[in-house]
Protein backbone atom coordinates (compact mmCIF):
# COMPACT_ATOMS: atom_id res chain seq x y z
CA UNK A 1 0.00 0.00 0.00
CA UNK A 2 1.02 3.60 -0.95
CA UNK A 3 0.20 6.95 1.55
CA UNK A 4 -0.11 10.09 0.16
CA UNK A 5 1.66 12.34 2.80
CA UNK A 6 0.23 15.45 1.57
CA UNK A 7 -2.65 16.19 0.14
CA UNK A 8 -5.77 19.47 0.47
CA UNK A 9 -9.08 17.25 -0.10
CA UNK A 10 -11.52 19.86 1.38
CA UNK A 11 -10.68 22.63 -1.29
CA UNK A 12 -13.55 22.50 -3.63
CA UNK A 13 -12.28 20.72 -6.93
CA UNK A 14 -11.16 17.65 -4.64
CA UNK A 15 -14.24 17.96 -1.84
CA UNK A 16 -17.07 17.44 -4.49
CA UNK A 17 -15.65 14.74 -6.36
CA UNK A 18 -14.74 12.34 -2.52
CA UNK A 19 -16.55 9.13 -3.33
CA UNK A 20 -14.82 8.91 -6.47
CA UNK A 21 -11.51 9.70 -4.58
CA UNK A 22 -11.43 7.38 -2.71
CA UNK A 23 -12.03 4.66 -5.03
CA UNK A 24 -9.35 5.81 -7.42
CA UNK A 25 -7.22 5.68 -4.17
CA UNK A 26 -8.60 1.98 -3.69
CA UNK A 27 -8.14 1.03 -6.96
CA UNK A 28 -4.67 2.09 -6.99
CA UNK A 29 -3.56 0.74 -3.69
CA UNK A 30 -3.22 3.87 -2.08
CA UNK A 31 -4.15 2.76 1.53
CA UNK A 32 -4.06 6.10 3.22
CA UNK A 33 -3.67 10.29 2.88
CA UNK A 34 -3.30 12.74 5.06
CA UNK A 35 -5.59 15.70 4.68
CA UNK A 36 -3.30 18.83 5.64
CA UNK A 37 -4.90 22.00 6.98
CA UNK A 38 -3.69 25.46 5.30
CA UNK A 39 -6.19 27.93 7.76
CA UNK A 40 -8.32 27.92 10.78
CA UNK A 41 -11.02 28.68 9.20
CA UNK A 42 -11.27 25.04 7.73
CA UNK A 43 -9.99 22.73 10.29
CA UNK A 44 -13.57 21.87 11.63
CA UNK A 45 -14.24 21.25 8.31
CA UNK A 46 -11.50 19.00 7.81
CA UNK A 47 -11.89 16.78 10.92
CA UNK A 48 -15.11 16.66 9.78
CA UNK A 49 -14.50 15.39 6.37
CA UNK A 50 -11.51 12.98 7.70
CA UNK A 51 -13.99 11.82 10.77
CA UNK A 52 -15.73 8.72 9.02
CA UNK A 53 -12.73 7.51 6.79
CA UNK A 54 -10.83 5.00 8.06
CA UNK A 55 -8.13 6.01 5.29
CA UNK A 56 -7.79 9.45 6.00
CA UNK A 57 -6.14 11.56 8.79
CA UNK A 58 -5.66 15.06 9.21
CA UNK A 59 -3.60 18.22 10.30
CA UNK A 60 -4.00 21.33 11.89
CA UNK A 61 -2.54 24.56 11.20
CA UNK A 62 -2.04 27.70 9.12
CA UNK A 63 -0.24 28.20 5.96
CA UNK A 64 2.41 30.79 5.85
CA UNK A 65 0.90 32.38 2.30
CA UNK A 66 -2.33 33.47 4.20
CA UNK A 67 -1.71 37.08 5.30
CA UNK A 68 -5.01 38.42 5.98
CA UNK A 69 -6.36 35.57 8.19
CA UNK A 70 -7.48 34.11 11.81
CA UNK A 71 -3.83 33.78 13.62
CA UNK A 72 -3.76 30.27 15.79
CA UNK A 73 -2.42 30.57 19.59
CA UNK A 74 -0.34 27.62 20.72
CA UNK A 75 -3.47 26.98 22.47
CA UNK A 76 -5.77 26.62 19.55
CA UNK A 77 -3.31 24.05 17.73
CA UNK A 78 -2.50 21.85 20.99
CA UNK A 79 -6.97 22.24 21.22
CA UNK A 80 -7.41 21.36 18.11
CA UNK A 81 -4.73 18.37 18.17
CA UNK A 82 -6.59 16.46 20.89
CA UNK A 83 -8.84 15.04 18.35
CA UNK A 84 -7.91 12.00 16.97
CA UNK A 85 -7.76 12.26 13.69
CA UNK A 86 -5.10 14.73 13.97
CA UNK A 87 -1.92 13.43 13.69
CA UNK A 88 0.30 16.15 13.11
CA UNK A 89 0.58 20.24 12.91
CA UNK A 90 0.57 22.14 10.13
CA UNK A 91 1.39 23.12 7.42
CA UNK A 92 3.62 25.75 8.63
CA UNK A 93 6.72 27.43 8.28
CA UNK A 94 8.04 30.34 5.48
CA UNK A 95 7.78 31.56 2.10
CA UNK A 96 9.32 34.30 0.86
CA UNK A 97 8.14 33.68 -2.86
CA UNK A 98 5.02 35.82 -2.79
CA UNK A 99 5.26 38.94 -0.92
CA UNK A 100 7.59 41.28 0.58
CA UNK A 101 9.62 41.74 3.74
CA UNK A 102 8.69 42.35 6.58
CA UNK A 103 7.73 38.45 7.06
CA UNK A 104 8.19 39.08 10.81
CA UNK A 105 4.66 37.84 11.19
CA UNK A 106 5.76 34.73 9.34
CA UNK A 107 8.38 34.18 11.03
CA UNK A 108 5.74 34.25 14.50
CA UNK A 109 3.44 32.04 13.36
CA UNK A 110 6.10 29.40 12.33
CA UNK A 111 7.19 29.75 15.98
CA UNK A 112 3.81 29.18 17.74
CA UNK A 113 3.38 25.78 15.53
CA UNK A 114 6.90 24.41 16.35
CA UNK A 115 5.60 25.75 20.53
CA UNK A 116 2.58 24.04 19.76
CA UNK A 117 3.91 20.89 18.55
CA UNK A 118 6.60 20.77 21.48
CA UNK A 119 3.62 20.58 23.84
CA UNK A 120 1.60 17.87 22.13
CA UNK A 121 3.91 15.85 20.48
CA UNK A 122 2.76 15.68 17.72
CA UNK A 123 5.34 15.92 14.38
CA UNK A 124 5.57 18.86 12.21
CA UNK A 125 4.42 19.19 8.51
CA UNK A 126 6.88 22.50 7.09
CA UNK A 127 6.56 24.10 3.95
CA UNK A 128 9.56 26.27 2.97
CA UNK A 129 10.15 28.56 -0.56
CA UNK A 130 13.05 31.04 -1.16
CA UNK A 131 13.61 31.00 2.69
CA UNK A 132 15.57 28.18 3.55
CA UNK A 133 18.35 29.40 5.73
CA UNK A 134 15.50 31.46 7.91
CA UNK A 135 13.91 28.12 8.10
CA UNK A 136 16.17 25.91 9.06
CA UNK A 137 17.72 28.57 12.03
CA UNK A 138 14.30 28.75 13.06
CA UNK A 139 13.67 25.36 13.49
CA UNK A 140 16.96 24.57 15.81
CA UNK A 141 16.33 27.81 17.91
CA UNK A 142 12.58 26.42 18.83
CA UNK A 143 13.65 22.67 19.36
CA UNK A 144 11.76 21.30 16.28
CA UNK A 145 14.09 18.46 16.25
CA UNK A 146 12.79 17.44 19.54
CA UNK A 147 9.27 16.35 17.63
CA UNK A 148 10.41 15.94 14.15
CA UNK A 149 8.07 16.22 11.43
CA UNK A 150 8.42 16.32 6.68
CA UNK A 151 10.06 18.62 4.99
CA UNK A 152 6.96 18.71 2.69
CA UNK A 153 6.90 19.07 -1.27
CA UNK A 154 10.49 19.37 -1.27
CA UNK A 155 12.28 21.45 -3.81
CA UNK A 156 15.49 22.83 -1.47
CA UNK A 157 19.17 21.56 -2.58
CA UNK A 158 21.12 18.76 -0.82
CA UNK A 159 22.57 20.45 1.66
CA UNK A 160 19.32 21.61 3.03
CA UNK A 161 18.16 18.15 2.55
CA UNK A 162 21.42 16.97 5.06
CA UNK A 163 20.20 19.65 7.51
CA UNK A 164 16.91 18.99 7.88
CA UNK A 165 17.52 15.26 7.94
CA UNK A 166 19.90 16.17 10.76
CA UNK A 167 17.23 17.85 12.71
CA UNK A 168 15.40 14.55 12.75
CA UNK A 169 12.90 15.71 9.37
CA UNK A 170 11.74 13.07 7.18
CA UNK A 171 12.02 14.43 3.01
CA UNK A 172 9.04 14.23 1.16
CA UNK A 173 8.85 14.55 -2.99
CA UNK A 174 5.97 15.31 -4.73
CA UNK A 175 4.86 15.28 -8.83
CA UNK A 176 7.75 18.26 -9.05
CA UNK A 177 10.34 15.17 -8.90
CA UNK A 178 8.87 14.00 -12.34
CA UNK A 179 9.23 17.26 -14.38
CA UNK A 180 11.96 17.11 -17.02
CA UNK A 181 13.59 20.13 -15.87
CA UNK A 182 13.73 18.93 -12.28
CA UNK A 183 17.48 17.86 -12.92
CA UNK A 184 18.92 18.82 -9.32
CA UNK A 185 15.63 17.35 -7.27
CA UNK A 186 15.76 14.46 -9.00
CA UNK A 187 19.46 13.98 -7.68
CA UNK A 188 18.35 15.16 -4.03
CA UNK A 189 15.78 12.04 -4.54
CA UNK A 190 18.33 9.91 -5.56
CA UNK A 191 20.63 10.27 -2.43
CA UNK A 192 18.28 11.14 0.53
CA UNK A 193 18.48 7.83 2.78
CA UNK A 194 15.37 5.33 2.28
CA UNK A 195 14.60 5.02 6.13
CA UNK A 196 14.04 9.28 5.45
CA UNK A 197 11.34 8.86 2.80
CA UNK A 198 7.98 10.37 2.37
CA UNK A 199 5.97 10.81 -1.11
CA UNK A 200 3.06 13.03 -1.17
CA UNK A 201 0.56 14.40 -3.97
CA UNK A 202 -0.18 18.33 -2.46
CA UNK A 203 -3.16 17.71 -4.60
CA UNK A 204 -4.79 19.55 -6.30
CA UNK A 205 -1.94 21.44 -7.48
CA UNK A 206 1.41 19.69 -9.16
CA UNK A 207 0.04 16.49 -10.96
CA UNK A 208 2.49 14.21 -11.25
CA UNK A 209 3.99 13.10 -15.37
CA UNK A 210 1.65 12.37 -17.27
CA UNK A 211 -1.44 14.13 -16.03
CA UNK A 212 1.15 17.67 -15.28
CA UNK A 213 -1.14 20.20 -15.97
CA UNK A 214 -4.44 18.89 -14.70
CA UNK A 215 -6.31 18.02 -11.24
CA UNK A 216 -4.21 16.00 -9.46
CA UNK A 217 -5.51 13.18 -6.52
CA UNK A 218 -3.68 11.24 -4.04
CA UNK A 219 -4.17 7.47 -6.22
CA UNK A 220 -1.67 9.63 -8.80
CA UNK A 221 0.68 9.36 -5.95
CA UNK A 222 1.91 6.02 -6.99
CA UNK A 223 3.71 7.85 -10.07
CA UNK A 224 5.70 9.85 -7.61
CA UNK A 225 7.13 6.88 -5.65
CA UNK A 226 7.59 5.16 -9.60
CA UNK A 227 9.95 8.12 -10.34
CA UNK A 228 11.95 7.82 -7.05
CA UNK A 229 12.03 3.81 -7.86
CA UNK A 230 13.44 4.89 -11.41
CA UNK A 231 16.03 7.39 -10.05
CA UNK A 232 17.47 4.77 -7.29
CA UNK A 233 17.71 1.76 -9.71
CA UNK A 234 15.30 -0.08 -7.16
CA UNK A 235 12.11 -1.82 -7.41
CA UNK A 236 8.91 0.44 -6.72
CA UNK A 237 7.63 -1.63 -4.36
CA UNK A 238 10.49 -0.81 -2.25
CA UNK A 239 9.69 2.72 -2.81
CA UNK A 240 6.38 2.01 -1.64
CA UNK A 241 7.02 -0.34 1.78
CA UNK A 242 10.02 1.99 3.00
CA UNK A 243 7.91 5.02 2.47
CA UNK A 244 4.43 3.61 4.34
CA UNK A 245 6.69 2.51 6.97
CA UNK A 246 7.95 6.20 7.14
CA UNK A 247 4.78 7.54 7.34
CA UNK A 248 3.23 5.22 9.96
CA UNK A 249 6.40 5.57 12.21
CA UNK A 250 7.12 9.49 11.60
CA UNK A 251 2.90 10.34 11.94
CA UNK A 252 2.74 7.68 15.12
CA UNK A 253 -0.84 8.75 16.32
CA UNK A 254 -1.96 7.54 12.79
CA UNK A 255 -0.61 3.98 13.54
CA UNK A 256 -3.14 3.45 16.22
CA UNK A 257 -5.39 5.31 14.56
CA UNK A 258 -5.59 2.89 11.65
CA UNK A 259 -5.32 0.04 13.54
CA UNK A 260 -8.08 0.79 15.75
ZN1 LIG B 1 2.97 23.61 1.08
ZN1 LIG C 1 0.01 21.75 0.86
Redesign the pocket.
Known amino acids: MFVDS?C?LDFPELAQDLPQILENMSRNRVGHALV?A?SKPEWARIRELVAPHEHLFCSVGV?PDYLDTEEPTVEDLVNAAADPKVVAIG?TGLDYYRGSEPFDWQRERFRVHIRASRQCGLPLII?TRSAAQDTLRIMAEEGAQDVGGVM??FTESWEVAQAAIELNFYISFSGIVTFKNAVELQEVARRVPLDRLLIET?APYLAPVPYRGKRNDPSKVVHVAEKIADLRGIPVAEVEARSTENFFKLFSKAASAAST
Open positions: HHVVHEHHCD
